[in-house]
Structure formats: C-alpha cells, structure tokens
C-alpha cells in the first residue's frame, strides 16, 4: 500500500523567471538526456525548447508510487530546485509518460552531476550573479581612453549563429542562455553607467575589441578565445566570478565586439 500522506508531495509551486533561468543555466542551455538545444532563435527572438520537469512527480498516478518506492529523492519536497530539472520538451513527454524505476534514477544521476557542479557556478544564485555583473561593468568604468584611441569599432547588429560555427555547438549554446538571461540587465547598467558619465561604453566596447584581436591572433579555437577574454576580464574585475564574467563577455559576443563574422 503506498503512503496516502507522503510529506515530500507538497502542492504544484509555479516557477518564478529567476528559477525558470537557473535550471536554463544549470544545464548550459541543453537537455541534459538528448542534448538538444533548450533555446532555438527565431529571428531576434529566442524560443524556448523547453520544459521544467519533475524528477520525483508532483502526483505520482498509483503505478509511478509502486514503482519509484523506495528509491532516493532529492530536496526535501517535490516542488524544490533539486527535484526539477530543464528537459526539452520531446524528453519531458517521454519521461512523463514512461517513467520507470531506470529512468527515474537516470535522471536523479545527472541532477546530482549537475547540483554538484553548480555549487561553484550560478545556477542557484542568480541574484548573486546580476549583483556581480554590475559590479564587473562598473570595474570598467577605470578603463584608460588614451591606448584605446586608435581602435575602430564596428557595430553591425551580428547574429550570433552567424559569428560561431556549429563545431563549437556547446560554447555557442552557452552563450545564447547567458544572452537570453542577462542580456537586457547588462544593456540597461551600460546604459545608465554611460548616460550618469560614469563608463563610456564605446571605450570598454573597444578594450574588449582590442583584446579579443590580441587572442584572435594567438588562439585559433574559439571556446578558447571565449575563456581568455572571460580571465582577461576576471583579472580586471578583481573577485568577480567567471560566471558573471561570462555572461559579460556573452554580451559582447552579441553586440558584436567578439568574434568576426563567418564568411560563407
Ligand atoms: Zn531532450
């Protein structure tokens, strides 16, 4: 007989957006069972792919209750961080309509996996991360204009898909959640910064151009420009971290600074 008053089911909890973008980010924008990608661009929108799925069911039907009996959960309810995960929709239909002792445990692996690298990244604080963000920005703001004049900038609206070749298909996907979750916090603090005279973006704009150049000339891989310019800009923002970095960077790979355009 299974428990009737089973505490770990709690009522269905909605997910507010800041939760919604800690599981996007907790999987770096792909379903963690197909690796498909969670975010697909439309034009200038980005459509989401995907779905936040309980590992545990909300409300087990009586055949999911004898067949998940027993077995380890994670958080202390149903309705915790722990207990969801991002999953593309195809996968989150599949795992709904056939969950079996397996694959309920297949899942619970690849949460733990993924709680336990997220100790050290933001998926569970991304208010933390947005404070830092504006922190790194402002750390900018002590950028020296006098090497930066010779510098030219473009600013041709590029679309990241067009700047990133499928063979970097991760760092591509990591790039769109951070732009998909952060893009328009970051716009408005370099905008307010620029406007109060406290930054002058054009001048940070060029510092991230310049350095991106300098890599671009040295480092052939383009995950590996991505991770220079992120310690580039860790070393400029003492303590901030390199999530926080990387979303910084991510805008700019938007915006156009990092990255030429791939011929065709
Ligand atoms: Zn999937």
Not at 64 to 93: I, M, P, S, W, Y
Not at 153 to 180: G, P, Q, W
Not at 228 to 243: D, F, P
Request: negative net charge.
């Amino acid at each position: 007989m299974p428990e009737l008053n089973d505490p770990y089911l709690i009522a269905r909890v909605s997910i507010t957006e800041n939760t919604d973008n800690a599981h996007l980010l907790e999987v770096d924008g792909i379903c963690p069972l197909c690796g498909n990608y969670l975010l697909i661009q439309k034009g200038k929108r980005m459509n989401k792919k995907y779905q936040i799925a309980h590992i545990y069911p909300n409300s087990p039907i009586p055949h999911e209750v004898k067949e998940l009996q027993g077995l380890e959960r994670l958080g202390t309810n149903c309705e915790e961080f722990e207990n969801k995960v991002a999953l593309c929709k195809d996968c989150h239909g599949y795992y709904d309509d056939h969950k079996t002792k397996e694959e309920y445990l297949k899942l619970v692996k690849i949460k733990k996996r993924l709680l336990a690298a997220s100790k050290a990244k933001i998926s569970t604080s991304h208010q933390d991360v947005e404070e830092e963000i504006v922190l790194v920005i402002n750390s900018l703001m002590s950028i020296d204009p006098v090497t930066l004049q010779k510098m030219e900038l473009e600013y041709k609206a590029l679309k990241i898909s067009s700047k990133i070749e499928m063979t970097y298909s991760i760092l591509k996907a990591k790039i769109e959640t951070y732009v998909c979750v952060y893009f328009n916090l970051i716009k408005e603090t370099f905008q307010n910064l620029d406007q109060e005279n406290k930054l002058n973006f054009d001048l940070v704009a060029s510092e991230v151009r310049s350095s991106f150049l300098k890599c671009d000339e040295e480092i052939v891989s383009k995950s590996e420009i991505f991770e220079a310019l992120v310690k580039w800009l860790k070393s400029k923002s003492n303590g901030s971290s390199s999530e926080a970095c990387e979303a910084v960077i991510s805008y700019f790979v938007q915006s156009c600074e990092v990255f030429h355009e791939i011929s065709q």
